[in-house]
């Protein structure tokens, strides 16, 4: 299958699995290599960011089900049950019906993906994923005409999310995509990072990843996916309009009310590490603009 899409990130940039498998130096050796294949997916990658570590990117994320600190979901999720998994698919689909997570991804190419990660607190990573296009999950399940939106949702298990035990926020989280945004080829249904099985802390067993969205647009533990011709509500942006749109696109430009959104803090930089400026879709304005032509970004934020 022909690569749909462009990046500039590298093995270099990935916060990497050294810790593992010593994967920083077999990345070295690749260089200035313009794709990689790994796992018989591909892999869009080029240079420049310093590189995290494993541990960062396992233990410094929000999943509010675990607790509002970062730390949380790491020290919290390993009690999260995630085998057997089934995903409801409804609304407006010719295929409706709760799928297993084999059923759902059977025959579909799973790829390595090398995304930034831009939080809407002004942090960021650069992560591995390895997933599946949304867009051909899509296709399996048959998208009837006049569907407009996809919508989201995650897992409840009071028994083993503390978060969700004491109410932090309103659950179950629920998130939602135009349905071009959804289809794009950027958009992944994500099992994996650096080709192992999703970590727990981080959406295990499957999360969406909108690369230049802000983070929280990413949900994690995804036990329902529906298709409607209506804008459906999303967590952050009915707890706080204000502060959380529901398109939610990096953009350095509009700031978030509490603090700028100009420049990011590169997780693993140090307490007094320089900040980065943040790009425009956190970088792929060159692959997604066209998607919002002719809208206010500052209106539709």
């Not at 135009?178 to 990072?193: K, V």
């Not at 650096?194 to 969406?208: D, S, T, V």
Request: with cysteine; proline share 7%.
């Amino acid at each position: 299958m022909a690569r749909r899409w462009t990046n500039d990130l590298t093995p270099a940039d990935v916060t990497p699995k050294a810790m593992w498998l010593n994967r920083r130096q077999l990345m070295a050796g690749l260089g200035g290599a313009a794709a990689l294949s790994m796992a018989g997916g591909r892999a869009a990658v080029a240079q420049g960011l310093e590189p995290n570590t494993l541990e960062q990117i396992t233990t410094y994320n929000n999943f509010y089900e675990f607790g509002t600190g970062k730390t949380d979901p790491a020290a919290n999720a390993g009690a999260m049950v995630t085998d057997p998994w089934s995903i409801q698919v409804d609304g407006m689909v010719d295929r409706p019906g709760s799928y297993s997570l084999a059923e759902l991804l059977d025959g579909l190419e799973v790829e390595e993906r090398i995304y930034r990660f831009r939080c809407v607190e002004a942090w960021s990573m650069v992560v591995p994923w390895n997933g599946v296009e949304l867009a051909d999950v899509l296709d399996r399940v048959g998208v009837q005409s006049g569907a407009q939106y996809v919508a989201f949702e995650t897992i409840v298990q009071p028994e083993t999310m503390p978060g969700v035990r004491r109410g932090v926020i309103p659950f179950p989280y629920v998130e939602g995509l135009r349905l071009d945004e959804a289809r794009h080829p950027l958009t992944l249904l994500a099992t994996g990072i650096y080709g192992e099985p999703m970590p727990k802390p981080n959406g295990a067993p499957i999360r969406l990843v909108v690369p230049w969205k802000y983070g929280f647009k990413s949900i994690k533990s995804i036990v329902r996916i529906t298709l409607t011709d209506t804008q459906p509500p999303t967590t952050w942006n009915a707890l706080n309009r204000r502060e959380y749109g529901f398109y939610s696109n990096v953009n350095p430009e509009v700031d978030h009310p509490r603090w700028s959104q100009a420049s990011e803090r590169r997780i693993g930089g140090g307490l007094f590490a320089s900040r980065q400026d943040t790009l425009m879709f956190n970088g792929y304005e060159d692959e997604v603009a066209s998607l919002y032509a002719g809208m206010d970004l500052r209106e539709n934020y």
